[in-house]
């Protein structure tokens, strides 16, 4: 399927891009590359490939939920810009 300038401008105004006469002629090659790509994809043979929901390996990658000390006040308010008798001091957002 090849794509030519007009229809990189038409992607490009709808992406609200204003592109030059260089930009729509470079883009225009990088998405022709793109769809001649997935035009190769589309000629392999997957039938015998089952369907997978991941292609990593299998199991959780999430560690186990073990209880952990908690963090030292002293540590968690170091770097804050402001504390109040061991808490965070933040402006207030809500009207009383």
Request: proline share 9%; hydrophobic share 40%.
């Amino acid at each position: 399927m090849p794509i030519d300038a007009v229809e990189v401008q038409r992607i490009a105004e709808l992406a609200r891009l204003d592109l030059d006469a260089a930009s729509v002629e470079r883009f225009r090659h990088q998405l022709q590359s793109i769809l001649d790509h997935i035009a190769t994809l589309d000629e392999l043979d997957v039938a015998s490939v089952p369907p997978t929901a991941s292609t990593g390996p299998r199991g959780s990658a999430m560690r186990e939920d073990e209880p952990q000390p908690s963090l030292p006040v002293e540590r968690a308010l170091a770097n804050a810009p402001h504390s109040t008798a061991g808490h965070f001091h933040v402006p207030r957002v809500l009207e009383e």
